[in-house]
T-cell receptor, first 115, second 111 residues
């Protein structure tokens, strides 16, 4: 059981480039989300999805797009990378649509540097 | 909206000493509270959670937390820390569609 798998683990981008961070889970979880982690800021929610075809914005959605065409996958797209998007990105998933009280499972993170 | 405040950004403690990491939350409805741990260069993993019932919750690695509704707190404790407890600890509160995390407390274990 692989859990939540993120790729790539490390990436360097030039300003203005676009890229996609991949996230897949094999636990048949309805809920998936993307967070970014910055020093002193904790984890901030970028986008989340409560099921295939349904996505919504979190606290810091600007500059990012998501889609959820299957239950398993939830890619995060950076449309035109900026140095402010240098961060560690975590994908997470949970079983229940209602989420409340259910454990969230995290991927191991993707370190992104924009130069 | 719900929010979480972790009162200390860093906590140094000597090995084998007790530790308390503080967390306060704000919420107008029933809450579900969590503590997650992040070891260096890894993702977060669940330490423990409070859903209902007993206010003292026991988790993995000897950690426990106490839910105090009147003080809106959910402090994490361990009676004797080890060097392997070096990590960042996050308190979190869940809403219907998202989890709100605190900014984290970095636990430094001193030899």
């Amino acid at each position: 059981n692989a859990g939540v798998t993120q790729t790539p683990k490390f990436q360097v981008l030039k300003t203005g480039q676009s890229m996609t961070l991949q996230c897949a889970q094999d636990m048949n979880h309805e809920y998936m989300s993307w967070y970014r982690q910055d020093p002193g800021m904790g984890l901030r929610l970028i986008h989340y999805s409560v099921g295939a075809g349904i996505t919504d914005q979190g606290e810091v959605p600007n500059g990012y797009n998501v889609s959820r065409s299957t239950t398993e996958d939830f890619p995060l797209r950076l449309l035109s990378a900026a140095p402010s998007q240098t961060s560690v990105y975590f994908c997470a998933s949970s079983y229940s649509l209602a989420l409340s009280g259910n454990t969230i499972y995290f991927g191991e993170g993707s370190w992104l540097t924009v130069v | 909206a719900q929010s979480v405040t972790q009162l200390d950004s860093q906590v140094p403690v000597f090995e084998e000493a007790p530790v308390e990491l503080r967390c306060n939350y704000s919420s107008s409805v029933s809450v579900y509270l969590f503590w997650y741990v992040q070891y260096p260069n890894q993702g977060l993993q669940l330490l423990l959670k409070y859903l209902s019932g007993s206010t003292l919750v026991k988790g993995i690695n000897g950690f426990e937390a106490e839910f105090n509704k009147s003080q809106t707190s959910f402090h994490l404790r361990k009676p004797s820390v080890h060097i392997s407890d070096t990590a960042e600890y996050f308190c979190a509160v869940s809403e219907t569609k998202k989890i709100i995390f605190g900014k984290g407390t970095r636990l430094h274990i001193l030899p």
